[in-house]
Nanobody, 117 residues
Framework: QVQLVESGGGLVQPGGSLRLSCAAT????????MGWYRQAPGKQRDLVAV???????NYADSVKGRFTISRDNAKNTVYLQMNSLKSEDTAIYYC???????????WGQGTQVTVSS
């Protein structure tokens, strides 16, 4: 059973930084893509950033130049470095992974990020 454990959310002032982490635990799995999504109150869940196993990245236009996604394949962990945070970045952030060999995808439990003065 593959599970995701997220950490790193919190309250930060506008212009500040946070780093989110998401570790996949379990046995007998291999991860294809890893990504972060976010959902603000009353809105749909949207893609923030995604990274392939080989390191190719893709970002939402709203976070380009401010957020950086990275991964450590040996640790089955994905990171999201968020800089120059804005109030509109406030949301619950969810980690997502897609597994190889038809094993589907998994979601993390979500971590709250609040940007406010």
């Amino acid at each position: 059973q593959v599970q995701l454990v997220e950490s790193g959310g919190g309250l930060v002032q506008p212009g500040g930084s946070l780093r989110l982490s998401c570790a996949a635990t379990g046995k007998g799995f291999s991860i294809n893509t890893m990504g972060w999504y976010r959902q603000a109150p009353g809105k749909q869940r949207d893609l923030v950033a995604v990274i392939s196993r080989g390191g190719t990245t893709n970002y939402a236009d709203s976070v380009k130049g401010r957020f950086t996604i990275s991964r450590d394949n040996a640790k089955n962990t994905v990171y999201l470095q968020m800089n120059s945070l804005k109030s509109e970045d406030t949301a619950i952030y969810y980690c997502n992974i897609n597994l190889y060999y038809g094993s589907g995808s998994r979601w993390g439990q979500g971590t709250q990020v609040t940007v406010s003065s």
